[in-house]
C-alpha cells in the first residue's frame, strides 16, 4: 500500500502552482496582444478560417464597462477595434502565424459555445474595479485564460521531464519548481498570450530531440523538427530553436546527415505555407512592422520601456527574478571549457548551446526588450541551474559532512521561489505587460 504521506509534499506542491495562476481568471484582459489575439480568434471563428485579420472586428462594451465582447462589424471592412491600434494593424493577413489564435476557437467552442461574442473583462482607465462584478464576469472569459493556464502547467511537467532525462530526478524535480514559482511564467500564464504554448512545443522539441540521440530511429528527429514547427505555428521565435538544433546536430560527435536532413526538412516544410503567403503580401518571410520605429506611437510608455531597455535585461533580470538559476553557470562553464579543449558536441552540451543561440540571436534581433521572449529558455536554464544545485550539495556534503546541506539548500530554494513568485503576483495583480525589475 503506498505512503499517503509520501504524496502530501506533492500535493502541496501542485496546489500551489495553481494557486498562484488563479487570479488571471479574475483579472482583466483587455489591452495590449490579448485584445488582438482574442479578436484573431473572433475571426477565425465566424468566418470558418477564411479571415486572419482585425478589420472588421467590433469592441461591444457593456455599460457597466467591466466586460466587452468581440464581434464581427455590421458594416464590413470598418470596425471599432483598428480605431484603438497602430495603422499597420490594418492589414489583409496579420503578420503572425495563427496556431495560438486557433487554440483560442476551440477553447471558445468547448467553454463558451453558447456565447456569440468573445467577451473579456474590461476596465475603463479611472473607474475602480469591483470584486463582485468581476467574480460574476469571469467565466465569460474563462473560454481564454485557460489557454495559458493549461499550457503553463504543461511546461512545468515537461521540464521535469526534461531535468530527469538530462541530468536527475531530484534536479528535474527542483527544476520544475523553479519554472513553476518564476516570475516570468506566473506571468506569462495569467495573460491570453503566446508565450507558453511556444514554450511547450520548444521544449517537447529539445525532449524528442534528446531521445533522438539515444535511439537509432529517424521518427525521433522528425518527431523533434514537428515540434519546432509547431513553435514557429504559435510564435515565429520558436524558429531559433530549430536552428539551434541543426546548429548542434551538425558539431556532434556522432552526427549523421540523414538526422540532420529529417530535422530540417520537418521543421521546414510545415512552415513554408505560412511563409509562402507571408511574402506574397509583405514582400518578406521575417515581417516585424513593430520594428519599424515608423509604425510606432513613440509617445507611448510601452515604445519607450521596450525599446530603451538594454540587452541586459535577458542576462540580468532572470538571476535577479528567479535568483536560484545562478546556478546555471556550471553548466556553461563547463560548455567553455570543452570548446576550448575541442572537443565534439555531446548531449551534455546540449542545453547551453541552445540557451547561447537563442539568446545571441534575441539580443541582435530588432525587437522590443520584453522577457517574455526568453521564456523557451526557462526550462532550460532552470534545468541546468538545478544540476548545480544537487552538485553543490554533494561537493559540500563530501567536504564538511557535520553540516545539514541538503536542508540548508531546500530553504534557500524555498525562499528564491517564493520571492520569485511575490515578484510576478505583483505584476500580475497590478494589471502590469512587463516586469520592471531591475531593468
Same mark, same amino acid.
Request: proline share 8%; hydrophobic share 55%; charged share 15%.
Given at each position: 500500500?503506498? $505512503? =499517503?504521506?509520501?504524496?502530501?509534499? =506533492? ?18 484582459? $483587455? ?25 472588421? /472586428? ?19 471592412? $470598418?470596425?471599432?477595434? @483598428? ?89 528535474? &524535480?527542483?527544476? %520544475? ?9 506566473? &506571468? ?16 517537447? %522539441? ?23 514547427? /509547431? ?20 558539431? #556532434? ?24 503567403? =507571408? ?11 513593430? /520594428? ?8 507611448? &510608455? ?14 540580468? $533580470? ?5 535568483? @536560484? ?13 570543452? #570548446? ?21 540571436? @534575441? ?22 541551474? %538545478? ?11 563530501? #567536504? ?8 540548508? &539548500? ?15 503576483? #505583483? ?13
Amino acid at each position: 500500500m503506498p $505512503n =499517503i504521506r509520501a504524496f502530501i509534499p =506533492i500535493l502541496f506542491f501542485v496546489f500551489a502552482l495553481t494557486l498562484v495562476r488563479i487570479p488571471g481568471f479574475f483579472l482583466p484582459h $483587455n489591452h495590449g496582444d490579448q485584445l488582438i489575439y482574442t479578436a484573431l480568434a473572433m475571426q477565425l471563428d465566424k468566418t470558418a478560417g477564411a479571415k486572419y485579420s482585425l478589420r472588421g /472586428a467590433d469592441m461591444k462594451i457593456r455599460s457597466d464597462g467591466h466586460l466587452f465582447g468581440l464581434m464581427p462589424s455590421a458594416h464590413g471592412e $470598418n470596425g471599432t477595434l @483598428l480605431a484603438h491600434l497602430p495603422a499597420y494593424y490594418d492589414s489583409p493577413l496579420f503578420h503572425k502565424p495563427p496556431l495560438f489564435s486557433w487554440l483560442l476557437v476551440y477553447s471558445h467552442r468547448i467553454f463558451a459555445g453558447h456565447d456569440p461574442a468573445y467577451p473579456l473583462i474590461h476596465v475603463v482607465p479611472g473607474m475602480p474595479l469591483r470584486v463582485p462584478v468581476l467574480i460574476a464576469a469571469a467565466p465569460r472569459q474563462f473560454y481564454a485564460q485557460i489557454v495559458p493556464f493549461v499550457f503553463s502547467i504543461t511546461l512545468i511537467a515537461l521540464t521535469w521531464m526534461l531535468g530527469r532525462m538530462t541530468r536527475s530526478s531530484e534536479a528535474g &524535480l527542483w527544476a %520544475a519548481a523553479m519554472i513553476g514559482f518564476s516570475a516570468l511564467d506566473i &506571468l506569462t500564464a495569467q495573460r491570453i498570450w503566446a508565450d507558453d504554448p511556444a514554450a511547450v512545443f520548444t521544449t517537447a %522539441a529539445l525532449i524528442l530531440y534528446v531521445v533522438s540521440c539515444r535511439r537509432t530511429s529517424l521518427l525521433w528527429p522528425a518527431a523533434a523538427g514537428l515540434a519546432c514547427a /509547431a513553435a514557429f505555428w504559435t510564435k515565429p521565435l520558436g524558429a531559433l530553436v530549430w536552428a539551434a538544433l541543426l546548429g548542434f546536430e551538425a558539431a #556532434r560527435s556522432q552526427k549523421k546527415f540523414s538526422r540532420w536532413a529529417v530535422l530540417f526538412f520537418a521543421g521546414c516544410l510545415p512552415v513554408f505555407p505560412w511563409l509562402w503567403k =507571408i511574402f506574397q503580401i509583405y514582400g518578406s518571410i521575417w515581417y516585424i512592422p513593430a /520594428a519599424d520605429p515608423q509604425n510606432q506611437p513613440v509617445d507611448t &510608455l510601452w515604445y519607450h520601456l521596450t525599446t530603451e531597455r538594454s540587452a541586459a535585461v535577458y542576462v540580468l $533580470n532572470p538571476l535577479v527574478q528567479t535568483p @536560484l538559476l545562478v546556478l546555471a553557470v556550471g553548466a556553461f562553464f563547463v560548455f567553455f571549457k570543452r #570548446r576550448l579543449a575541442r572537443q565534439g558536441m555531446e548531449e551534455r552540451d546540449l542545453l547551453p548551446w541552445c540557451v547561447l543561440v537563442y539568446t545571441a540571436t @534575441l539580443m541582435l534581433l530588432p525587437l522590443g526588450r520584453e522577457l517574455r521572449y526568453l521564456l523557451p529558455m526557462y526550462p532550460l536554464l532552470a534545468v541546468m541551474a %538545478a544540476a548545480g544545485m544537487t552538485e553543490l550539495k554533494e561537493l559540500l556534503t563530501r #567536504r564538511y559532512p557535520r553540516f545539514a546541506w541538503p536542508g540548508l &539548500l531546500a530553504a534557500l530554494g524555498i525562499i528564491s521561489c517564493g520571492w520569485s513568485a511575490m515578484i510576478g503576483l #505583483r505584476a500580475v495583480i497590478t494589471n502590469a505587460s512587463l516586469i520592471r525589475f531591475p531593468l
